[in-house]
Nanobody, 115 residues
Framework: QVQVVESGGGLVQAGGSLRLSCAASRNIFSFATIGWHRQAPGKQRDLVATISSGGNTNYVDSVKGRFTISRDNAKNTVYLQMNSLKPDDTAVYYC?????????WGKGTLVTVSS
């Protein structure tokens, strides 16, 4: 059974930082491309950043220079370091593990940025 679990969300003031964590099952982690997505109230879920099994990263333009995605293979965990947060970053953040043509989703963690 594959599990994907997010943590680290919370309430932060604009300009502040948070680090989200995504822990995935050991049996798939090393092969998976991990992505962080977010869904603001009343909006669709959008991709924020991805990191491949080899460590290649991609970011949506709106977070470039502010967010950093990284992975610790020894801990089966991917991190999303979020700096200079803005109220527009408020959303539920979801982790996705894509491996062997299958997508596994976590239940999400809420990030609220106050102005």
């Amino acid at each position: 059974q594959v599990q994907v679990v997010e943590s680290g969300g919370g309430l932060v003031q604009a300009g502040g930082s948070l680090r989200l964590s995504c822990a995935a099952s050991r049996n798939i982690f090393s092969f998976a491309t991990i992505g962080w997505h977010r869904q603001a109230p009343g909006k669709q879920r959008d991709l924020v950043a991805t990191i491949s099994s080899g460590g290649n990263t991609n970011y949506v333009d709106s977070v470039k220079g502010r967010f950093t995605i990284s992975r610790d293979n020894a801990k089966n965990t991917v991190y999303l370091q979020m700096n200079s947060l803005k109220p527009d970053d408020t959303a539920v953040y979801y982790c996705n593990a894509a491996v062997f043509g299958v997508n596994y989703w976590g239940k999400g963690t809420l990030v609220t940025v106050s102005s």
